[in-house]
């Protein structure tokens, strides 16, 4: 068991899946000698050669769309891109190829890649570097969405992710990457996707997030517990495809439930999840479903960020609002 | 001070036959009398099908079509000289390679009449299916080249471009890479002189699209693109090259779209109708009937037998086409992940109850 924080917990996923499976390759800007801006790739290229952990030229369309190929091929190419506000161009690729390869070839060719990515707000970025892009992902049919929230999670979450059979877009909170430490047993062993995890048991609301909210919303758990509300947490961890009967059995449990995303608010995933618990626990609910997320604005610069984010205070609020009816 | 010359301005342009079917130069061909007869048979076979395919969309009996009407020598030269390894990556135009690498008449129809069971090929199981939006298949084949290089596998990738989308980022992307990668690709841009309505001139201002090669360190060149040896020779060498570890190349084939871009599209819209008449005397099929028949290797009753064993061809995939039974819906989930989540099983179940009985 090591102490690991999340980027070191990435890496160590990475190094794992390519010593065991040699048609994984690494492929992006900056992950060779630099080790990727974060280090998520440090020291796998002098480990596996610049042959499997290939400096790209800056193309990010291209990057994806050669990572189609190669998948179509039979490798397993992960690819990172450096920021979120450069993801935009691989779009065309994941959407109008990398997801719908199998079904356009009746599961002839596949494509199993994985696009990395650190994302969302908090850490006093430039401008064009913290958004949350999750949803957009998660729209397209074939595309599965991954967010881990914490260093063991992301190592077991990513190694699956490598492991499964279709495309995968994993989402990797920055503000996570060296916030905590955790132990994680490098072992190899994933972790399911397509799976809500329980944080927190709790008998009177559910709080429903994933991604850097989780330490947040887990803080706001604290907060209530000591006022004597018993908070209830799932980390969501698969955005698409939504595991509805985890969130749904807790729902029903407890009668409340408050949805957290860093994302902006309108046509959300939080929407996404609001309306599968109204159209099937809406009676076991003993208040409205709340949102607590961004704003439905641009993602401000770092001055204004702490604003932008939920805050503690906001997701405590909304428990609490839930709780007296108002 | 110094000055550095870096290209020598000069584009080579690879022809043998003339407009009139006339061999260009004294030389021999490069090319052997029988591949000669299975290229024109392979061209004849295209054109036959696209006036097929034309006619069934024009009685509703396909979906929209793209013809290759007149270009048939850029996807027949190139596929020709393919070897069955080789992994092919299609634009939308291009069922006269596809049908050189074993894709079947009716697995097109259902491709174009609305059926996915149409990409899922029989035969020529590594080759991409149809790329529709345009130049995102060209990374795709330097992926695929990346791939096979990693493996040290004896294999190249194929891929088409039309001179349209050599002005999109994906283009400029992947040729970079393959570059840099000195990856074992052949990109051929199939220059038909239009995308869609607009013609060549207001694509780009580059004299060549060949020379876009330049700046990426790939080797490039200009083919005839209605002379099938020609295709077929500089397709060969180009993959040859690649075989062999020495890189990607760029070649510009020069042909003309006789048909409209699709069956959706009207070209008397926008092109002269002198120009178009100019061109069917440079197209691609007669230039080499011309030659053949000049050579005494071919003859008005070969023609005919040729011209009838087409026709039963195509007759036998459109029969096949129409008494193919439609998918049901699961066909809509059952593909989409190798395993489908639970919840899109609950929508099969919904797709299931409304379904036609």
Same mark, same amino acid.
């Not at chain 1, 970025?125 to 991954?146: D, K, T, W």
């Not at chain 1, 985890?246 to 949805?259: A, F, H, P, Q």
């Not at chain 2, 970079?176 to 060549?200: E, F, K």
């Given at each position: 068991?090591?102490?690991?924080? =999340?980027?070191?917990?990435?890496?160590?996923?990475?190094? &794992?899946?390519?010593?065991?499976?040699?048609?994984?390759?690494?492929?992006?800007?900056?992950?060779?000698?630099?080790?990727?801006?974060?280090?998520?790739?440090?020291?796998?290229?002098?480990?596996?050669?610049?042959?499997?952990?290939?400096?790209?030229?800056?193309? @990010?369309?291209?990057?994806?769309?050669?990572?189609?190929?190669? *998948?179509?091929?039979? #490798?397993?190419?992960?690819?990172?891109?450096?920021?979120?506000?450069?993801?935009? !161009?691989?779009?065309?690729?994941?959407?109008?190829?990398?997801?719908?390869?199998?079904?356009?070839?009746?599961?002839?060719?596949? &494509? !199993?890649?994985?696009?990395?990515?650190?994302?969302?707000?908090?850490?006093?970025?430039?401008?064009?570097?913290?958004?949350?892009?999750?949803? #957009?992902?998660?729209?397209?049919?074939?595309?599965?969405?991954?967010?881990?929230?914490?260093?063991?999670?992301?190592?077991?979450?990513?190694?699956?992710?490598?492991?499964?059979?279709?495309?995968?877009?994993?989402?990797?909170?920055?503000? #996570?990457?060296? =916030?905590?430490?955790?132990?994680? @047993?490098?072992?190899?062993?994933?972790?399911?996707?397509?799976? &809500?995890?329980? &944080?927190?048991?709790?008998?009177?609301?559910?709080?429903?997030?994933?991604?850097?909210?989780? !330490?947040?919303?887990?803080?706001?758990?604290?907060?209530?517990?000591?006022?004597?509300?018993?908070?209830?947490?799932?980390?969501? *961890?698969?955005?698409?495809?939504?595991?509805?009967?985890?969130?749904?059995?807790?729902?029903?449990?407890?009668?409340?439930?408050?949805?957290?995303? @860093?994302?902006?608010?309108?046509?959300?995933?939080?929407?996404?999840?609001?309306?599968?618990? *109204?159209?099937?626990?809406?009676?076991?609910?003993?208040?409205?479903?709340?949102?607590?997320?961004?704003?439905?604005?641009?993602?401000?610069?770092?001055?204004?960020?702490?604003?932008?984010?939920?805050?503690?205070?906001?997701?405590?609020? *909304?428990?609490?609002?839930?709780?007296?009816?108002? | 001070?110094?000055?550095?010359?870096?290209?020598?301005?000069?584009?080579?342009?690879?022809?043998?036959?003339?407009?009139?079917?006339?061999?260009?130069?004294?030389?021999?061909?490069?090319?052997?009398? $029988?591949?000669?007869?299975?290229?024109?048979?392979?061209?004849?076979?295209?054109?036959?099908?696209?006036?097929?395919?034309?006619?069934?969309?024009?009685?509703?009996?396909?979906?929209?079509?793209?013809?290759?009407?007149?270009?048939?020598?850029?996807?027949?030269?190139?596929?020709?000289?393919?070897?069955?390894?080789?992994?092919?990556?299609?634009?939308?135009?291009?069922?006269?390679?596809?049908?050189?690498?074993?894709?079947?008449?009716?697995?097109?129809?259902?491709?174009?009449?609305?059926?996915?069971?149409?990409?899922?090929? $029989?035969?020529?199981?590594?080759?991409?299916? %149809?790329?529709?939006?345009?130049?995102?298949?060209?990374?795709?084949?330097?992926?695929?080249?990346?791939?096979?290089?990693?493996?040290?596998?004896?294999?190249?990738?194929?891929?088409?471009?039309?001179?349209?989308?050599?002005?999109?980022?994906?283009?400029?992307?992947?040729? %970079?890479?393959?570059?840099?990668?000195?990856?074992?690709?052949?990109?051929?841009? %199939? %220059?038909?002189?239009?995308?869609?309505?607009?013609?060549?001139?207001?694509?780009?201002?580059?004299?060549?699209?060949?020379?876009?090669?330049?700046? /990426?360190?790939? /080797?490039?060149?200009?083919?005839?693109?209605?002379?099938?040896?020609?295709?077929? $020779?500089?397709?060969?060498?180009?993959?040859?090259?690649?075989?062999?570890?020495?890189? +990607?190349?760029?070649?510009?084939?020069?042909?003309?779209?006789?048909?409209?871009?699709?069956? /959706?599209?009207?070209?008397?819209?926008?092109?002269?109708?002198?120009?178009?008449?100019?061109?069917?005397?440079?197209?691609?099929?007669?230039?080499?009937?011309?030659?053949?028949?000049?050579?005494?290797?071919?003859?008005?009753?070969?023609?005919?037998?040729?011209?009838?064993?087409?026709?039963?061809?195509?007759?036998?995939?459109?029969?096949?086409?129409?008494?193919?039974? +439609?998918?049901?819906?699961?066909?809509?989930?059952?593909?989409?992940?190798?395993?489908?989540?639970?919840?899109?099983?609950?929508?099969?179940?919904?797709?299931?109850?409304?379904?036609?009985?």
């Amino acid at each position: 068991m090591t102490q690991l924080n =999340l980027v070191e917990s990435i890496n160590a996923a990475l190094a &794992c899946e390519m010593a065991r499976d040699d048609s994984v390759l690494l492929l992006g800007e900056d992950i060779g000698a630099n080790g990727g801006v974060f280090r998520a790739t440090n020291g796998l290229q002098a480990r596996f050669g610049r042959a499997r952990v290939i400096d790209t030229p800056l193309a @990010e369309g291209g990057i994806a769309g050669v990572a189609v190929g190669m *998948a179509a091929m039979g #490798l397993r190419p992960v690819a990172e891109i450096q920021f979120t506000g450069f993801i935009y !161009p691989t779009m065309d690729q994941m959407i109008n190829h990398a997801s719908r390869m199998r079904n356009r070839t009746r599961g002839r060719l596949s &494509c !199993p890649m994985v696009l990395r990515s650190p994302y969302g707000a908090g850490i006093h970025a430039p401008e064009h570097h913290s958004e949350s892009p999750e949803a #957009l992902f998660a729209h397209m049919p074939g595309l599965r969405v991954v967010i881990p929230s914490a260093p063991a999670r992301a190592y077991g979450l990513l190694l699956a992710a490598m492991r499964d059979p279709d495309p995968v877009v994993f989402l990797e909170p920055t503000r #996570l990457y060296r =916030l905590f430490k955790q132990d994680v @047993e490098d072992d190899g062993e994933s972790l399911p996707l397509d799976t &809500c995890f329980l &944080c927190r048991e709790g008998r009177d609301a559910t709080i429903v997030a994933w991604g850097a909210m989780i !330490p947040e919303v887990m803080r706001a758990a604290e907060a209530l517990e000591s006022a004597g509300i018993d908070v209830e947490v799932i980390d969501v *961890a698969t955005i698409k495809p939504l595991d509805m009967e985890t969130i749904l059995r807790s729902v029903e449990k407890t009668g409340r439930c408050v949805i957290v995303h @860093e994302a902006p608010r309108a046509v959300g995933v939080g929407a996404e999840i609001a309306a599968e618990i *109204a159209e099937r626990a809406l009676y076991s609910l003993q208040a409205p479903v709340r949102r607590v997320t961004a704003y439905d604005v641009v993602t401000p610069l770092s001055r204004l960020e702490k604003q932008y984010i939920p805050s503690l205070e906001r997701i405590v609020g *909304a428990v609490r609002g839930l709780m007296e009816g108002t | 001070m110094g000055l550095h010359t870096l290209i020598d301005g000069r584009i080579e342009l690879i022809r043998f036959l003339a407009p009139d079917g006339a061999p260009c130069e004294a030389a021999p061909l490069p090319v052997n009398d $029988e591949t000669l007869l299975h290229l024109y048979q392979a061209m004849t076979r295209t054109r036959m099908f696209d006036g097929k395919a034309i006619a069934l969309q024009r009685t509703g009996q396909l979906g929209t079509f793209a013809s290759a009407l007149g270009q048939e020598a850029v996807g027949v030269g190139a596929a020709a000289a393919m070897e069955a390894r080789d992994v092919l990556v299609p634009s939308y135009r291009d069922h006269g390679a596809q049908f050189l690498r074993g894709m079947t008449m009716t697995e097109c129809l259902l491709y174009w009449g609305g059926d996915e069971r149409g990409s899922d090929f $029989e035969r020529a199981r590594g080759d991409f299916p %149809n790329c529709v939006p345009v130049a995102t298949q060209v990374p795709h084949a330097v992926g695929a080249a990346y791939a096979f290089a990693l493996r040290k596998e004896d294999r190249v990738a194929v891929t088409f471009i039309g001179d349209g989308g050599t002005a999109n980022g994906a283009f400029y992307e992947a040729l %970079n890479m393959a570059g840099v990668w000195s990856a074992p690709v052949v990109i051929i841009i %199939n %220059n038909n002189g239009w995308a869609i309505s607009t013609p060549r001139a207001l694509e780009s201002a580059a004299a060549t699209l060949a020379q876009k090669g330049v700046a /990426a360190g790939v /080797a490039c060149q200009q083919v005839d693109g209605n002379d099938v040896v020609a295709v077929y $020779e500089a397709a060969r060498r180009a993959i040859a090259k690649a075989r062999s570890g020495e890189g +990607p190349t760029l070649i510009e084939a020069l042909t003309y779209r006789l048909g409209d871009h699709t069956t /959706a599209d009207d070209a008397t819209r926008y092109r002269d109708p002198e120009i178009v008449q100019r061109e069917w005397t440079r197209e691609p099929v007669a230039r080499l009937r011309a030659y053949l028949l000049g050579r005494g290797l071919w003859s008005k009753e070969q023609e005919s037998g040729l011209l009838k064993q087409c026709a039963e061809e195509v007759e036998s995939a459109v029969a096949r086409y129409l008494a193919t039974a +439609p998918q049901s819906t699961d066909a809509m989930f059952d593909y989409l992940y190798e395993d489908a989540p639970q919840s899109l099983l609950a929508q099969r179940d919904i797709a299931r109850r409304f379904a036609p009985k």
